[in-house]
Structure formats: C-alpha cells, structure tokens
C-alpha cells in the first residue's frame, strides 16, 4: 500500500496520484506545482501543456535565484513606464492583465510534463471511482526532495552536476457545492482561475 502525505481528505470524493524518484529538478516542480495549487483540474492541464510550448510561464517566487525577467509572468513596460499621473488618469492598475503579478518566471518544461503525467492519471484515477472529472480542484501538492542518486555530471572548470530527484503527490478533490464544509474539519476555498 502507498503511504500519502495527506490523510484528512475523503477518499470517496478525491483521487490520488503519487510519482516516485523522478529526476526532474526539485526547485522548478516545486514552483511549477505551487502555480497550479488551488485550480480546476482542466485548467492546470491547460496551463502545463502551454508551459510545454512556451505560452504561458511558471512564476518564481521562492526559488528565483538568478531567474530572468518574463513578460508573460509580470508587469509590463507599457504599464510600468508611464508615469504617475497617466495611470491615476486612465485608471490603469500597473499589472494590468499578467496573471501572477510577478516579474520573473521560467519555462520548467521537464517539470510540466512529470507534473502533466500525474495529474492525467489522477484523472483516470478518479474517473474511475466515478467521480466528476470536470469539476475537480488540486486541493493539495506536495513535492519533496527524494534522495540524491549517485549519479553526477562531471562539468569544465571543477564544476559537477548532482540530479536532486523528487517526489509528487497531487491529490485533486472533487468540488462540493457547499463549498466543502459538509461535515468534516477541513475548510477550503473556491477554485482559482
């Protein structure tokens, strides 16, 4: 039997995914699974496929170190370069339009296709229990870091590359009509775009 990190949803109304050992970098599924926490199953299947083809980008928030600036993640330069006045006078927020509201974002096409794979077969999963798959909502992700393999990629100037494999576990519930709160101690919110 698998061992989940999530216990406390019901398994009558949810459907479960786990991958193992994948060697995919941990800070960018990371980042990846937190940009679709919270949505609509067919959203973020949407939004990992555009990922894939470089239409929409991941945003990075905690581990963003060294990450360029992505038009597609923030704010605009259109918006950000004019002045005080012309944005108070036309009413124009500074994020108009972007999605995440920040300024740096990458392009984890590894990541969104492991993450792509699970959530399709947490759907299977749950079509399977005969569960609505249209109105299923990512209530928890968790991706941790798996030991690291005893592989490494020997590099020019004394570098090396280590793999840091993962482990992901997203867990889609179905949406109750009540909001979720029919009963149990867990309370959750609507889904996200």
């Given at each position: 039997?698998?061992?989940?990190?999530?216990t406390?949803?019901?398994?009558?109304?949810?459907?479960?995914?786990?991958?193992?050992?994948?060697?995919?970098?941990?800070?960018?599924?990371?980042?990846?699974?937190?940009?679709?926490?919270?949505?609509?199953l067919?959203?973020?299947?949407?939004y990992?496929t555009?990922?894939?083809?470089?239409k929409?980008?991941?945003?990075?928030?905690?581990?963003?170190?060294?990450?360029?600036?992505?038009?597609?993640?923030?704010?605009?330069?259109?918006?950000?370069?004019?002045?005080?006045?012309?944005?108070?006078?036309?009413?124009?927020?500074?994020?108009?339009?972007?999605?995440?509201?920040?300024?740096?974002?990458?392009?984890?096409?590894?990541?969104?296709?492991?993450?792509?794979?699970?959530?399709?077969?947490?759907?299977?999963?749950?079509?399977t229990?005969?569960?609505?798959?249209?109105?299923?909502?990512?209530?928890?992700?968790?991706?941790?870091?798996?030991?690291?393999?005893?592989?490494?990629?020997?590099?020019?100037?004394?570098?090396?590359?280590?793999?840091?494999?993962?482990?992901?576990?997203?867990?889609?519930?179905?949406?109750?009509?009540?909001?979720?709160?029919?009963?149990?101690?867990?309370?959750?919110?609507?889904?996200?775009?």
């Amino acid at each position: 039997m698998v061992r989940y990190a999530a216990t406390h949803l019901e398994p009558a109304k949810s459907a479960r995914s786990r991958g193992a050992y994948l060697r995919v970098s941990f800070k960018n599924t990371r980042e990846t699974a937190q940009a679709i926490n919270g949505w609509k199953l067919a959203r973020a299947v949407t939004y990992l496929t555009n990922v894939i083809e470089h239409k929409e980008a991941v945003p990075m928030r905690r581990y963003a170190g060294g990450t360029g600036r992505a038009a597609q993640a923030g704010y605009s330069r259109a918006t950000a370069s004019e002045s005080w006045r012309n944005r108070v006078a036309a009413n124009i927020r500074v994020n108009a339009g972007k999605q995440f509201g920040v300024s740096r974002a990458r392009w984890p096409v590894k990541s969104a296709e492991h993450l792509l794979t699970l959530l399709k077969n947490a759907e299977a999963n749950a079509d399977t229990k005969g569960l609505d798959t249209g109105n299923l909502i990512i209530k928890h992700i968790q991706v941790n870091q798996a030991p690291k393999q005893r592989r490494r990629t020997y590099r020019a100037h004394g570098r090396r590359k280590s793999d840091q494999p993962v482990h992901v576990q997203p867990l889609p519930r179905g949406d109750d009509p009540d909001g979720g709160c029919g009963g149990g101690a867990e309370v959750t919110g609507g889904g996200a775009p």
